[in-house]
């Protein structure tokens, strides 16, 4: 679906605030300049673009690393407001969500497999913001807040960001507190009843202590009609906040005190009916059956009345908030910092997961909350031939689950087989309950470093290495109790509890696991000119172990399989050569780039035909291939003109992968026995196959080829401000304004 939206401009109140304190130190200025353009970062005029990628400040065209960049004014100007936004901007960065905890980012084809997640196992993109790890992917659904500039670093960066980041990692760097008063804001408003606004502050409280504030809130209307609650659904209503204080109190020390608040309160996660396709379950087992047994259609059978029909609860309540103190110490020879941080997620979801109008399943909801604190301190040091990071990284989290699901009057004859005399009683399946109780214990230490030895003046190899420990622990359980709420108990017998078993199992379990590995990688770059570098990478990195965090998968005889509680690490082999370039007084950028990626035990959701699971459960297929080329075209040819193009190809599959799910055509039959052959896809009443071989097919969601263009245009340029619009093609066309102002300062 595309949006279109137009914006207005305004001054926040805040600024009126300031302004008469900082109007006798008004004189002509041109206004600040931005530095940071979309894509590979191109620039008003000849200054490099500078990037924290390495943990170090250094320019974005001499690091030997693909990395998109993205500066703030950007980001407002072709409404990238979130991640999901963002991937229209950089190549090969996948975003996609059913709901904030079901929410995935992938980088080049890898990073989380498609519809996969759970908290018992780690992303493969990392998100920082100001050097701080956002473990909950749920992040990525919140709104940018007062970002400076975003770094989308491609590959594997297992040795400065650890081992959440076998496909890369984004970088967000956020406006900081400054000793000049200065503000900005913007409003949007657009169709859907999409409102949008933002607006920071930032000036001094004293010589020595500046502080800045940044607010954000955004609401629009639901895009899907619920013709049972009359109300449209999957809507937004989303807030930020962010404070920050600085306190210098000499020219070789800063310390930042941050903290943040974000809320997502929409009416969501739903879906509309499109279509039914054959499996081999028999046919009075199939929808169009089991649908006119109970008199159901669905509201409409064309997908773009966007329309549906559930009847149960919704809500995609998602909190997230935190604080961290930042310490810089400029020690002469080198640079000390230290990053504190704690971080909080609560969710509270409601669902309807018979994604019906029909009362099948009545409630499903499954609330978490996480503790989350980090500690990392490194050191870090520039000379002639030499620069280096070394440092560590310690990791805690904690997350508690209490999951609630419940069975509602018309379950019994959907979920019963029909020959059953039991299908036709609504009292065996209502109001059956399962409570679930899990929790997660995380823990991560690491040393790290990464030299740069500069041979000559156009040679530099650069080794990294990292040393991880993780150690995993979980508890789950499953309680089960009947309408009574007589608990339901394993191995209970009798047609109704036969029935209510085969639909919840109690089951309780604590798996643990705990692992070291070892990362590192070697670069060779070659500067063939002054603004043209040539690099070759080989990078050894893994994505760690993870637990089935969600309940074992069972045997034939419905016994958890102990062995199925560990996953093992994903090991990843990455190759990458590029070739970084800037022509035009470096108004013209040409950057490319060309990958390969193998990864050993890839982390996926299999089945198990041996030992007879039906089920899905996380374990490990044998291996994952991801390759291909990628290019970054900007041009720049004026301060008021910016454009940008990006193009990628990628080939991602499955080298080998023999015990895979199964696709529903090939599901629902009898399974097959020893001598016997799968019927036809989509027979119904047919013999399925325990589970299938993929080997060779291509990874789910990941496109082949990737092309996006991006222009933006600055239309105003006044004394003290810039004000500035743009747009972004081809998947969102909006067209945004913002308008920055900043004092200017006596000579």
């Not at 109007?23 to 979309?38: F, I, K, L, Y």
């Not at 690491?446 to 991880?468: E, M, Y």
């Not at 009443?685 to 080829?705: E, F, M, T």
Request: with cysteine; net charge negative; charged share 20%.
């Amino acid at each position: 679906m595309l949006r279109y939206s137009t914006s207005t401009l305004a001054l926040a109140a805040a600024f009126l605030l300031v302004m008469p304190a900082a109007a006798q130190n008004a004189q002509t200025s041109d206004g600040p300049e931005e530095t940071t353009s979309v894509g590979t970062g191109a620039s008003d005029s000849s200054d490099e673009i500078i990037v924290t990628a390495r943990r170090r400040e250094e320019s974005a065209q001499d690091i030997p690393i693909a990395v998109s960049v993205v500066g703030g004014e950007h980001i407002d100007n072709t409404g990238s407001f979130n991640v999901g936004r963002l991937q229209q901007l950089t190549p090969t960065l996948q975003f996609y969500s059913s709901n904030p905890r079901n929410t995935a980012v992938n980088i080049r084809g890898i990073g989380v497999p498609f519809g996969l997640t759970s908290d018992g196992f780690e992303q493969g993109v990392g998100i920082y913001i100001d050097d701080v790890y956002y473990a909950r992917v749920a992040s990525a659904t919140f709104d940018f807040l007062d970002v400076a500039q975003i770094e989308v670093l491609r590959g594997p960066q297992g040795t400065l960001y650890g081992k959440n980041t076998t496909a890369g990692a984004i970088n967000i760097r956020t406006n900081q507190p400054t000793f000049d008063f200065e503000g900005k804001a913007e409003i949007s408003i657009g169709n859907y009843d999409f409102k949008q606004a933002k607006a920071s502050v930032s000036g001094p409280l004293s010589d020595t202590l500046a502080a800045r504030l940044a607010l954000s809130t955004t609401s629009r209307r639901g895009t899907i009609y619920n013709v049972t609650t009359d109300r449209f659904i999957q809507s937004q209503d989303n807030l930020g906040l962010r404070g920050q204080l600085l306190w210098e109190p000499t020219d070789d020390l800063s310390v930042t005190l941050v903290g943040d608040y974000n809320q997502q309160d929409a009416v969501c996660c739903g879906s509309v009916f499109v279509r039914t396709g054959a499996t081999q379950r028999p046919l009075n087992r199939q929808f169009a059956a089991l649908a006119a047994a109970l008199n159901y259609a669905p509201p409409s059978t064309n997908p773009f009345d966007r329309v549906t029909d559930l009847d149960a609860s919704l809500n995609a309540g998602n909190k997230i908030a935190g604080v961290a103190l930042r310490v810089n110490w400029d020690l002469g020879a080198g640079e000390l910092t230290s990053i504190t941080a704690w971080r909080y997620w609560d969710w509270k979801p409601e669902n309807d997961r018979d994604f019906t109008g029909l009362s099948i399943v009545s409630l499903s909801q499954n609330p978490s909350q996480q503790d989350q604190y980090t500690q990392e301190i490194r050191y870090s040091q520039t000379g002639e031939r030499f620069d280096f990071v070394v440092g560590a990284f310690a990791f805690n989290q904690r997350i508690d689950t209490q999951g609630t699901e419940a069975q509602g009057s018309d379950a019994s004859r959907w979920n019963i087989n029909p020959s059953n005399v039991l299908s036709n009683d609504p009292t065996v399946l209502e109001g059956l309950t399962a409570r679930n109780t899990q929790f997660l214990k995380s823990t991560s230490v690491a040393l790290f470093g990464q030299l740069s030895w500069k041979v000559t003046d156009a040679l530099t190899i650069q080794p990294g290495a990292r040393l991880n420990y993780d150690k995993k622990e979980g508890f789950y359980q499953r309680e089960v109790f009947d309408g009574q709420g007589v608990p339901v108990l394993f191995g209970q017998t009798g047609a109704r509890r036969a029935a209510q078993l085969a639909v919840f199992t109690p089951q309780i379990s604590a798996p643990e696991a705990s692992d070291w590995n070892f990362s590192y990688d070697l670069t060779v770059s070659y500067k063939l000119a002054d603004d043209v570098l040539g690099y070759a990478t080989y990078a050894k990195s893994f994505k760690t172990i993870g637990i089935n965090q969600n309940g074992l998968p069972t045997d034939a005889a419905g016994v958890p399989i102990a062995a199925a509680g560990q996953i093992r690490p994903e090991t990843v082999n990455h190759y990458e050569v590029g070739l970084k370039s800037q022509f035009w007084d470096r108004r013209l950028t040409l950057n490319l780039a060309a990958f390969r990626t193998d990864i050993e035990d890839y982390q996926a959701t299999v089945n198990n035909g041996q030992l007879g699971v039906l089920r899905g459960y996380l374990a490990n297929a044998d291996k994952v291939r991801s390759q291909g080329i990628e290019a970054d075209f900007s041009l720049r040819p004026s301060e008021r003109f910016n454009t940008y193009v990006n193009a990628a190809y990628t080939d991602a599959k499955y080298v080998r992968f023999v015990d895979a799910p199964c696709p529903p055509e090939l599901a629902g039959g009898t399974i097959v026995g020893a001598g016997q052959t799968p019927s036809a896809p989509g027979t119904p009443g047919g013999l399925s196959p325990a589970n299938c071989d993929i080997s060779g097919q291509r990874l789910p969601g990941v496109s082949k080829g990737t092309a996006s263009p991006t222009s933006a245009w600055a239309f105003a340029r006044m004394p003290g401000s810039v004000c500035s619009f743009g747009r972004a093609m081809p998947l969102t066309r909006i067209i945004s304004s913002s308008c920055l102002w900043v004092p200017a300062t006596p000579d």
